[in-house]
């Protein structure tokens, strides 16, 4: 029987515990159907010993929602994942540089295109000043380097006080108007292979496109420019992928922009999936056959 481990958020993070369940049963119909049992387990009862994910044939991260919160132990998780030859997809060292988003500058060194982002060890308001005369927009957002669903994310205009700055390593980028007309839209990939899109808009007044903060998501048909984009972040990474939601949004020039490649635990919207998550269980079934 095959056995495939689903790594779930910390149990003490009580952040998720309304939504990440019903994420877990549609992934788990979707892998039960190809005749596997799934087994949830927090990803952090796997940190300092590994031991207990060595009996299962796949072990998927998916919903290891939270890992921003506790970066300094998700390396160290990441480590022993690697160290004991477990068989995570993503790969555990692919888990470990996607979840700084410095990776993006990585990416934007071959090639792809990315908003202008200035990186900071410490942002002050100093910074912020600097960035809006360097860019003459109007507006920035910031956020941490590790983050994940607009977590302390900011949206300033000129002239704003920076409050509640992050803490840390941040990221200064223009705000990209076509936010609120247009949203931003993620292509899922299975294997390699594309599965779906979804279109993500914010509501009236907002910035953040996240269903928690009332986005908006539909399905859609990419265009050829931004499946190119798409395949060009997916080309970029060395390591073999079993998914990838790669997030793009068009940049004041109306051009595709890459905003994140989700390579760890994105929700995969298999509930906008014309194919019910057939894509991922295709690709499940052919990790599981190497």
């Known amino acids: 029987?095959?056995?495939?481990?689903?790594?779930?958020?910390?149990?003490?993070?009580?952040?998720?515990?309304?939504?990440?369940?019903?994420?877990?049963?549609?992934?788990?119909?979707?892998l039960e159907g190809t005749g596997a049992t799934v087994v949830a387990t927090p990803w952090t009862d796997h940190v300092e010993d590994a031991s207990a994910?060595?009996?299962?044939?796949?072990?998927?991260?998916?919903?290891?929602?939270?890992?921003?919160?506790?970066?300094?132990?998700?390396?160290?998780?990441?480590?022993?994942?690697?160290?004991?030859?477990?068989?995570?997809?993503?790969?555990?060292?692919?888990?470990?540089?996607?979840?700084?988003?410095?990776?993006?500058?990585?990416?934007?060194?071959?090639?792809?295109?990315?908003?202008?982002?200035?990186?900071?060890?410490r942002v002050d308001q100093d910074q912020i000043e600097a960035a809006f005369a360097e860019t003459g927009v109007s507006t920035l957002i910031v956020k941490p380097t590790v983050s994940a669903g607009a977590f302390r994310t900011l949206r300033l205009s000129r002239g704003d006080v920076l409050t509640d700055a992050p803490e840390g390593p941040a990221m200064i980028q223009p705000y990209l108007k076509s936010i609120e007309t247009e949203g931003e839209t993620s292509l899922l990939f299975f294997g390699g292979r594309f599965s779906h899109a979804v279109n993500k808009r914010p509501v009236a007044g907002d910035f953040r496109i996240q269903i928690q903060f009332g986005g908006l998501y539909?399905?859609?048909?990419?265009?050829?420019?931004?499946?190119?984009?798409?395949?060009?972040?997916?080309?970029?990474?060395?390591?073999?992928?079993?998914?990838?939601?790669?997030?793009?949004?068009?940049?004041?020039?109306?051009?595709?922009?890459?905003?994140?490649?989700?390579?760890?635990?994105?929700?995969?919207?298999?509930?906008?999936?014309?194919?019910?998550?057939?894509?991922?269980?295709r690709a499940v079934q052919d990790r599981l056959a190497v």
């Open 53 to 121: 994910l060595a009996g299962h044939d796949l072990i998927l991260p998916v919903i290891a929602w939270g890992y921003h919160r506790d970066h300094g132990r998700w390396l160290k998780a990441c480590t022993a994942w690697t160290e004991a030859s477990l068989p995570v997809a993503n790969p555990a060292e692919v888990l470990r540089w996607n979840s700084d988003k410095t990776y993006l500058a990585r990416l934007a060194d071959k090639g792809v295109p990315i908003p202008p982002t200035r990186w900071s060890d």
């Open 1 to 30: 029987m095959i056995q495939i481990a689903v790594l779930t958020p910390d149990p003490d993070d009580h952040t998720y515990v309304g939504r990440w369940p019903s994420v877990l049963e549609r992934l788990k119909a979707t």
């Open 218 to 281: 539909t399905t859609v048909t990419p265009d050829a420019h931004a499946m190119a984009l798409a395949e060009q972040v997916l080309a970029a990474v060395d390591e073999p992928l079993l998914y990838a939601r790669i997030d793009l949004a068009r940049d004041d020039a109306g051009a595709w922009v890459l905003m994140e490649a989700e390579l760890i635990e994105p929700d995969f919207y298999l509930d906008h999936d014309p194919a019910n998550g057939a894509g991922f269980a």
